[in-house]
């Protein structure tokens, strides 16, 4: 089996070890598979699922980072509660991201696929354990998945949605509720605080998935957490359709 990032073979060595972790097995080999930066749970933080542990102490407080507090004192929160991350953004999966982006390598999303799903299973435990000590215990269906979208002049570009690809990794319905109604400039050209400052959301709920969305608990799907704001904006877009709450998971937090 070829590795889907730089292609050297792997060879498929069937010892007891690999049948008994068949969750450890990627399309990336070995050599790629290390230059990753997973983040640790026990490190992660509580809201934005990025990584504590490389970030000043100072900055950090009950396990919840500074970026987090002051989105939690902006009152821009609104139903959205808390993003999971897989990996910290580091040069490497900068370049795996464009191999994705750029040149339609969608199949890249098979790399990160179980890696999609473990953490789909720690999302889905968390929610089953905050359950049992809720004495009304309201909140026990799936999740509804809802990718972050494109506009129609990127989609157009690229030809696939990133985020729609590693939603399908985790094998549930999707629905494509939200549509991006305004081209942003590119997120890269505005400052942290430009970002921060966002008013206006460019996303839309489209009518027909209201009923959809009600009493609905929805996970926002996309490749990256940056600052948050695209996340909260999309959130704030899904509010027309009244959900139980709206959480994401990004597979990088950068
Ligand atoms: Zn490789
Ligand atoms: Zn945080």
């Known amino acids: 089996m070829r590795c889907l990032f730089c292609g050297a073979d792997q060879p498929e ?6 049948l008994l972790l068949a969750e450890d097995k990627t399309g990336f ?7 990753l930066a997973p983040i640790a749970v026990q490190n992660s933080c509580q809201l934005c699922g990025r990584d504590l ?7 950090v407080h009950e396990h919840i980072c500074y970026d987090c507090t002051q989105w939690k004192k902006s009152g821009r929160n609104g139903l959205y509660e808390k993003n999971y991350a897989a990996y910290h953004y580091n040069a490497f999966i900068k370049d795996i991201l464009n191999q994705f982006k750029f040149r339609g390598d969608s199949v890249l999303a098979d790399g990160f696929a179980d890696e999609m799903k473990k953490i789909f299973r720690r999302i889905k435990k968390e929610q089953r354990l905050k359950n049992s000590f809720s004495l009304f215990r309201p909140h ?10 494109l506009s129609m002049k990127r989609l157009a570009e690229r030809g696939f949605n990133q985020a729609e690809v590693l939603a399908e990794t ?18 890269s050209k505005k400052t942290r605080s430009e970002r921060l400052l966002m008013r206006e959301t460019p996303f839309h709920l489209e009518n027909e ?15 990256i957490y940056t600052t ?3 996340m909260r904006l999309a959130a704030h ?6 959900p139980l709450r709206v959480d994401s998971l990004a597979l990088i937090h950068g």
Not at 209 to 223: E, N, P
Not at 237 to 242: E, F, H, S, V, Y
Request: one cysteine or more; proline letters at 7%; hydrophobic letters at 40%.
């Open 228 to 230: 948050g704001a695209t």
């Open 140 to 149: 026990d269906e799936e999740y509804v998945l809802v990718p972050i979208p």
């Open 237 to 242: 877009a899904l509010t027309k359709g009244n």
């Open 209 to 223: 998935y209201v009923s959809f969305i009600l009493g609905k608990k929805v996970l926002l799907i996309d490749d």
């Open 29 to 35: 080999c070995r050599s790629c598979r290390e230059q």
């Open 13 to 18: 060595v069937l010892t007891f070890r690999t």
């Open 170 to 187: 985790l094998d549930m319905p999707i629905l494509n509720a939200l549509t991006r109604v305004k081209h942003e400039p590119k997120q």
């Open 53 to 59: 542990s490389i970030l000043d102490p100072k900055l």
